[in-house]
Protein backbone atom coordinates (compact mmCIF):
# COMPACT_ATOMS: atom_id res chain seq x y z
CA UNK A 1 0.00 0.00 0.00
CA UNK A 2 1.86 3.43 -0.76
CA UNK A 3 1.20 4.44 2.01
CA UNK A 4 4.33 6.69 4.07
CA UNK A 5 6.82 4.38 6.22
CA UNK A 6 5.95 4.07 9.94
CA UNK A 7 9.14 6.66 10.80
CA UNK A 8 7.03 9.33 9.98
CA UNK A 9 7.11 10.55 13.38
CA UNK A 10 10.76 9.48 14.30
CA UNK A 11 12.53 11.96 15.94
CA UNK A 12 9.26 14.07 16.62
CA UNK A 13 7.48 11.31 19.16
CA UNK A 14 6.89 14.01 21.84
CA UNK A 15 4.96 16.06 19.54
CA UNK A 16 1.31 16.46 20.28
CA UNK A 17 -0.66 16.11 17.04
CA UNK A 18 -4.17 17.27 18.62
CA UNK A 19 -3.65 19.88 21.26
CA UNK A 20 -6.48 21.82 23.00
CA UNK A 21 -6.31 24.99 25.58
CA UNK A 22 -9.81 25.85 27.01
CA UNK A 23 -11.66 24.95 24.44
CA UNK A 24 -15.37 25.46 24.54
CA UNK A 25 -18.45 24.97 22.09
CA UNK A 26 -21.92 26.72 23.39
CA UNK A 27 -25.13 25.72 21.73
CA UNK A 28 -28.50 27.84 23.03
CA UNK A 29 -29.51 24.69 25.13
CA UNK A 30 -25.99 23.21 26.28
CA UNK A 31 -22.92 23.21 26.74
CA UNK A 32 -21.07 20.67 24.01
CA UNK A 33 -17.58 21.16 25.30
CA UNK A 34 -16.90 22.68 28.66
CA UNK A 35 -12.96 24.34 29.26
CA UNK A 36 -11.32 20.87 27.49
CA UNK A 37 -7.64 21.30 27.69
CA UNK A 38 -5.59 18.09 26.52
CA UNK A 39 -2.95 16.88 23.85
CA UNK A 40 -3.05 13.83 21.87
CA UNK A 41 -0.15 12.39 21.02
CA UNK A 42 1.35 10.08 18.07
CA UNK A 43 -0.37 6.51 18.05
CA UNK A 44 -4.13 4.81 18.37
CA UNK A 45 -5.98 7.46 20.92
CA UNK A 46 -8.91 6.16 22.35
CA UNK A 47 -11.44 9.23 22.70
CA UNK A 48 -14.44 8.26 25.20
CA UNK A 49 -17.21 8.95 26.15
CA UNK A 50 -21.29 8.25 26.20
CA UNK A 51 -23.50 10.14 23.22
CA UNK A 52 -24.17 13.34 23.67
CA UNK A 53 -20.37 13.88 25.50
CA UNK A 54 -18.93 16.03 23.10
CA UNK A 55 -17.03 13.57 20.99
CA UNK A 56 -18.81 14.30 17.24
CA UNK A 57 -17.98 18.07 17.87
CA UNK A 58 -14.58 17.82 19.07
CA UNK A 59 -14.09 16.57 15.88
CA UNK A 60 -15.90 18.95 13.70
CA UNK A 61 -13.82 21.70 15.30
CA UNK A 62 -10.68 19.68 14.75
CA UNK A 63 -11.13 19.30 11.29
CA UNK A 64 -12.45 23.35 10.83
CA UNK A 65 -16.02 22.70 9.87
CA UNK A 66 -17.45 24.14 13.61
CA UNK A 67 -16.23 27.50 15.29
CA UNK A 68 -15.63 27.05 18.72
CA UNK A 69 -17.23 29.49 21.17
CA UNK A 70 -14.14 29.84 23.14
CA UNK A 71 -11.00 28.27 23.53
CA UNK A 72 -7.62 27.46 21.29
CA UNK A 73 -7.33 24.01 19.45
CA UNK A 74 -4.71 23.18 16.94
CA UNK A 75 -4.04 19.79 14.78
CA UNK A 76 -0.56 19.44 13.68
CA UNK A 77 0.48 22.30 14.25
CA UNK A 78 -2.05 24.27 12.35
CA UNK A 79 -4.87 26.12 14.34
CA UNK A 80 -8.08 24.88 13.92
CA UNK A 81 -9.54 28.30 13.71
CA UNK A 82 -7.94 29.88 10.81
CA UNK A 83 -5.94 26.75 8.59
CA UNK A 84 -9.07 24.56 8.31
CA UNK A 85 -8.51 23.78 4.71
CA UNK A 86 -4.62 23.06 5.70
CA UNK A 87 -5.96 20.63 8.48
CA UNK A 88 -8.03 18.66 6.36
CA UNK A 89 -5.48 18.55 3.20
CA UNK A 90 -3.30 16.48 5.88
CA UNK A 91 -5.89 14.55 7.99
CA UNK A 92 -8.37 11.83 7.03
CA UNK A 93 -11.95 11.67 8.37
CA UNK A 94 -14.51 8.69 8.58
CA UNK A 95 -18.12 9.94 9.67
CA UNK A 96 -19.80 8.47 12.11
CA UNK A 97 -23.11 8.19 9.77
CA UNK A 98 -23.75 6.26 6.65
CA UNK A 99 -23.00 8.85 3.57
CA UNK A 100 -22.09 6.39 0.84
CA UNK A 101 -23.71 6.78 -2.74
CA UNK A 102 -25.77 3.96 -3.03
CA UNK A 103 -25.37 3.44 -7.13
CA UNK A 104 -21.79 3.81 -7.08
CA UNK A 105 -19.08 1.21 -6.79
CA UNK A 106 -16.05 1.42 -3.95
CA UNK A 107 -13.87 1.76 -6.50
CA UNK A 108 -15.42 5.29 -7.95
CA UNK A 109 -16.26 6.44 -4.40
CA UNK A 110 -12.76 6.20 -3.37
CA UNK A 111 -11.01 7.88 -6.65
CA UNK A 112 -13.48 10.75 -6.05
CA UNK A 113 -12.24 10.90 -2.79
CA UNK A 114 -8.58 10.76 -3.72
CA UNK A 115 -9.13 13.44 -6.30
CA UNK A 116 -10.84 15.67 -4.01
CA UNK A 117 -7.72 15.85 -1.85
CA UNK A 118 -5.69 16.78 -4.36
CA UNK A 119 -3.71 13.67 -5.94
CA UNK A 120 -3.80 13.23 -9.70
CA UNK A 121 -6.09 10.95 -11.63
CA UNK A 122 -3.58 8.05 -12.18
CA UNK A 123 -2.10 8.23 -8.52
CA UNK A 124 -5.79 8.06 -7.55
CA UNK A 125 -6.83 4.86 -8.83
CA UNK A 126 -3.36 3.34 -7.91
CA UNK A 127 -4.02 4.42 -4.17
CA UNK A 128 -7.57 3.29 -4.23
CA UNK A 129 -6.80 -0.02 -5.53
CA UNK A 130 -4.34 -0.51 -2.65
CA UNK A 131 -6.41 1.33 0.50
CA UNK A 132 -9.56 -0.81 -0.64
CA UNK A 133 -6.99 -4.33 -0.85
CA UNK A 134 -5.96 -3.18 2.63
CA UNK A 135 -9.44 -2.89 4.16
CA UNK A 136 -10.60 -5.82 2.51
CA UNK A 137 -12.74 -5.13 -0.12
CA UNK A 138 -10.50 -5.60 -3.06
CA UNK A 139 -12.61 -8.21 -4.59
CA UNK A 140 -16.13 -6.21 -4.12
CA UNK A 141 -14.07 -3.02 -5.70
CA UNK A 142 -16.69 -2.93 -8.54
CA UNK A 143 -19.91 -3.25 -6.71
CA UNK A 144 -21.98 -0.80 -6.02
CA UNK A 145 -22.40 0.03 -2.30
CA UNK A 146 -25.92 -0.08 -1.62
CA UNK A 147 -25.64 -3.78 -1.80
CA UNK A 148 -22.74 -3.64 0.32
CA UNK A 149 -23.12 -4.65 4.39
CA UNK A 150 -22.83 -2.37 6.84
CA UNK A 151 -19.24 -3.77 8.01
CA UNK A 152 -18.36 -3.15 4.46
CA UNK A 153 -19.43 0.33 4.11
CA UNK A 154 -17.43 0.75 7.50
CA UNK A 155 -14.46 -0.31 5.29
CA UNK A 156 -15.51 1.81 2.34
CA UNK A 157 -15.67 5.01 4.70
CA UNK A 158 -12.60 4.03 6.58
CA UNK A 159 -10.73 3.50 2.75
CA UNK A 160 -11.69 6.94 1.90
CA UNK A 161 -9.88 8.62 5.54
CA UNK A 162 -6.92 6.57 4.37
CA UNK A 163 -6.64 7.38 0.69
CA UNK A 164 -4.73 10.56 0.11
CA UNK A 165 -1.93 9.20 2.28
CA UNK A 166 -2.96 11.00 5.94
CA UNK A 167 -0.63 11.97 8.80
CA UNK A 168 -3.60 11.41 11.50
CA UNK A 169 -7.13 9.94 10.72
CA UNK A 170 -9.90 10.65 12.85
CA UNK A 171 -12.50 7.61 13.30
CA UNK A 172 -16.32 8.84 14.44
CA UNK A 173 -17.92 5.46 16.10
CA UNK A 174 -16.05 3.10 13.21
CA UNK A 175 -17.43 -0.22 14.98
CA UNK A 176 -21.02 0.88 14.83
CA UNK A 177 -23.26 -1.30 13.57
CA UNK A 178 -21.17 -4.16 13.25
CA UNK A 179 -21.72 -7.64 14.77
CA UNK A 180 -18.84 -8.60 17.41
CA UNK A 181 -16.96 -10.21 14.56
CA UNK A 182 -17.22 -7.41 12.52
CA UNK A 183 -15.69 -4.84 15.42
CA UNK A 184 -13.38 -7.24 16.04
CA UNK A 185 -11.75 -6.76 12.46
CA UNK A 186 -12.11 -3.28 12.14
CA UNK A 187 -10.52 -2.53 15.56
CA UNK A 188 -7.49 -4.73 13.99
CA UNK A 189 -7.51 -2.63 10.46
CA UNK A 190 -7.69 0.54 13.11
CA UNK A 191 -4.24 -0.62 14.94
CA UNK A 192 -2.65 -1.39 11.57
CA UNK A 193 -2.70 1.67 10.30
CA UNK A 194 -0.55 2.73 12.67
CA UNK A 195 1.63 0.15 13.05
CA UNK A 196 2.02 -1.04 9.37
CA UNK A 197 1.96 2.87 7.89
CA UNK A 198 2.57 5.23 11.19
CA UNK A 199 -0.68 6.93 10.56
CA UNK A 200 -1.72 8.25 14.43
CA UNK A 201 -5.11 7.36 14.90
CA UNK A 202 -8.25 9.03 16.67
CA UNK A 203 -10.89 6.91 17.37
CA UNK A 204 -14.45 7.59 19.15
CA UNK A 205 -16.06 5.14 20.98
CA UNK A 206 -18.72 4.82 23.20
CA UNK A 207 -17.69 1.16 23.75
CA UNK A 208 -15.84 1.42 26.50
CA UNK A 209 -14.12 -2.29 26.32
CA UNK A 210 -13.01 -1.99 22.35
CA UNK A 211 -10.61 0.50 23.04
CA UNK A 212 -8.89 -1.25 26.11
CA UNK A 213 -7.13 -3.52 23.87
CA UNK A 214 -6.86 -0.96 20.81
CA UNK A 215 -5.37 2.19 22.10
CA UNK A 216 -2.17 3.37 23.31
CA UNK A 217 -3.42 6.20 25.36
CA UNK A 218 -7.26 7.14 26.35
CA UNK A 219 -8.99 10.58 26.88
CA UNK A 220 -12.23 10.50 28.31
CA UNK A 221 -15.31 12.93 28.27
CA UNK A 222 -18.17 13.13 30.25
CA UNK A 223 -20.87 16.40 29.17
CA UNK A 224 -18.08 18.08 27.32
CA UNK A 225 -15.55 17.51 30.70
CA UNK A 226 -12.18 16.22 30.52
CA UNK A 227 -11.95 13.41 33.08
CA UNK A 228 -8.97 11.18 32.38
CA UNK A 229 -6.01 11.49 29.79
CA UNK A 230 -3.49 8.97 30.88
CA UNK A 231 -1.84 5.41 28.76
CA UNK A 232 -3.88 2.72 28.75
CA UNK A 233 -2.09 0.80 30.86
CA UNK A 234 -2.75 3.26 33.82
CA UNK A 235 -6.65 2.61 32.97
CA UNK A 236 -6.34 -1.10 33.36
CA UNK A 237 -3.79 -1.20 36.38
CA UNK A 238 -4.08 -4.23 38.64
CA UNK A 239 -5.88 -3.41 41.90
CA UNK A 240 -5.70 -4.94 45.70
CA UNK A 241 -8.53 -7.06 45.06
CA UNK A 242 -8.93 -10.56 43.98
CA UNK A 243 -11.80 -12.10 42.26
CA UNK A 244 -12.45 -15.40 43.34
CA UNK A 245 -15.03 -18.33 41.96
CA UNK A 246 -15.69 -21.70 43.24
CA UNK A 247 -17.20 -24.89 42.59
CA UNK A 248 -20.34 -26.47 43.88
CA UNK A 249 -19.42 -29.18 46.33
CA UNK A 250 -18.66 -32.68 44.44
CA UNK A 251 -21.50 -34.49 46.71
CA UNK A 252 -24.76 -32.35 47.52
CA UNK A 253 -24.36 -30.90 51.27
CA UNK A 254 -26.90 -28.06 50.67
CA UNK A 255 -23.68 -25.94 51.07
CA UNK A 256 -24.23 -22.36 49.49
CA UNK A 257 -20.19 -22.92 48.03
CA UNK A 258 -19.55 -18.35 47.70
CA UNK A 259 -21.22 -17.79 52.04
CA UNK A 260 -19.46 -20.55 53.01
CA UNK A 261 -15.67 -19.49 51.66
CA UNK A 262 -16.84 -15.65 52.77
CA UNK A 263 -17.46 -17.06 56.16
CA UNK A 264 -13.68 -18.65 56.22
CA UNK A 265 -12.26 -16.06 54.57
CA UNK A 266 -13.95 -13.28 57.15
CA UNK A 267 -12.61 -15.76 59.99
CA UNK A 268 -9.19 -15.57 58.87
CA UNK A 269 -9.44 -11.50 59.11
CA UNK A 270 -9.80 -10.99 55.37
CA UNK A 271 -12.10 -8.32 53.91
CA UNK A 272 -14.50 -10.26 51.58
CA UNK A 273 -17.25 -8.70 49.34
CA UNK A 274 -20.08 -11.41 47.92
CA UNK A 275 -20.38 -11.31 44.01
CA UNK A 276 -23.26 -13.99 43.82
CA UNK A 277 -23.19 -17.92 44.67
CA UNK A 278 -20.11 -18.80 43.44
CA UNK A 279 -18.42 -15.26 42.99
CA UNK A 280 -16.31 -13.53 45.66
CA UNK A 281 -14.07 -9.85 45.69
CA UNK A 282 -11.24 -10.73 48.21
CA UNK A 283 -8.89 -7.62 49.89
CA UNK A 284 -5.37 -8.40 48.87
CA UNK A 285 -3.82 -7.85 52.63
CA UNK A 286 -0.20 -9.62 51.02
CA UNK A 287 0.83 -12.39 49.22
CA UNK A 288 -0.03 -14.98 51.77
CA UNK A 289 -3.32 -14.04 50.92
CA UNK A 290 -3.34 -16.12 48.36
CA UNK A 291 -2.76 -19.36 50.20
CA UNK A 292 -5.42 -18.86 52.59
CA UNK A 293 -8.25 -18.56 49.84
CA UNK A 294 -6.16 -21.91 48.43
CA UNK A 295 -6.34 -23.72 52.13
CA UNK A 296 -10.31 -22.18 52.96
CA UNK A 297 -11.51 -23.48 49.52
CA UNK A 298 -10.00 -27.10 49.61
CA UNK A 299 -10.93 -27.59 53.54
CA UNK A 300 -14.70 -27.02 52.54
CA UNK A 301 -14.31 -30.00 49.49
CA UNK A 302 -14.40 -26.70 46.75
CA UNK A 303 -13.25 -26.16 43.46
CA UNK A 304 -11.05 -23.35 42.33
CA UNK A 305 -12.52 -22.30 39.30
CA UNK A 306 -10.66 -18.80 38.98
CA UNK A 307 -8.02 -17.03 41.21
CA UNK A 308 -7.01 -13.51 39.77
CA UNK A 309 -6.11 -10.23 40.55
CA UNK A 310 -8.81 -7.63 39.58
CA UNK A 311 -8.09 -4.88 37.07
CA UNK A 312 -9.63 -1.33 36.55
CA UNK A 313 -12.43 -0.92 33.76
CA UNK A 314 -12.66 2.45 32.21
CA UNK A 315 -16.06 1.92 32.63
CA UNK A 316 -15.41 2.42 36.46
CA UNK A 317 -13.62 6.14 35.80
CA UNK A 318 -17.39 7.04 34.76
CA UNK A 319 -19.42 5.73 37.41
CA UNK A 320 -16.71 6.93 40.19
CA UNK A 321 -17.49 10.37 38.39
CA UNK A 322 -20.97 10.46 39.05
CA UNK A 323 -20.78 9.35 42.57
CA UNK A 324 -18.55 12.12 43.26
CA UNK A 325 -20.75 14.99 41.63
CA UNK A 326 -23.73 13.49 43.05
CA UNK A 327 -21.97 13.87 46.13
CA UNK A 328 -20.06 17.55 45.65
CA UNK A 329 -21.72 20.64 46.71
CA UNK A 330 -22.90 22.48 43.97
CA UNK A 331 -20.95 25.42 42.61
CA UNK A 332 -22.22 29.20 42.58
CA UNK A 333 -23.54 28.41 38.41
CA UNK A 334 -25.54 25.41 39.85
CA UNK A 335 -23.39 22.58 38.93
CA UNK A 336 -19.90 21.18 39.46
CA UNK A 337 -16.64 21.70 38.51
CA UNK A 338 -14.97 17.94 38.31
CA UNK A 339 -12.31 17.61 36.02
CA UNK A 340 -9.29 15.28 36.81
CA UNK A 341 -6.64 14.41 34.11
CA UNK A 342 -3.26 12.55 34.66
Known sequence: ????????????????VIKTDGLTKRFPRVTALDQLTVEVRPGVVGLVGANGAG????????????????????VLGLDVA???SEIRAQVGYMPEHDCLPPDVSATEFVVHMARMAGLPATAARERTADTLRHVGLYEERYRPMGGYSTGMKQRVKLAQAL????????????????????????????????????I???????????????CDHLVVIDGGKLLRSSST??????????????????????LEPGPAVRERLAAAGLSVQPE???????????????????????????????????????????????ERDAQAPQDSRGGTNDVAAS
Open 1 to 16: MALAAQDRYVGAVSTA
Open 163 to 198: VHDPKLVLLDEPTNGLDPAGRDEMLGLIRRVHTDFG
Open 276 to 322: GSHQLLVRLADDSTYDTIRDAVAELGLGLVRLEQRRHRVAELFTDAH
Open 233 to 254: ASFTEATAVLAVEVSDHPEDHG
Open 82 to 84: TRG
Open 55 to 74: KSTLIKILLGLAPATSGRGE
Open 200 to 214: SVLVTTHLLGELERT
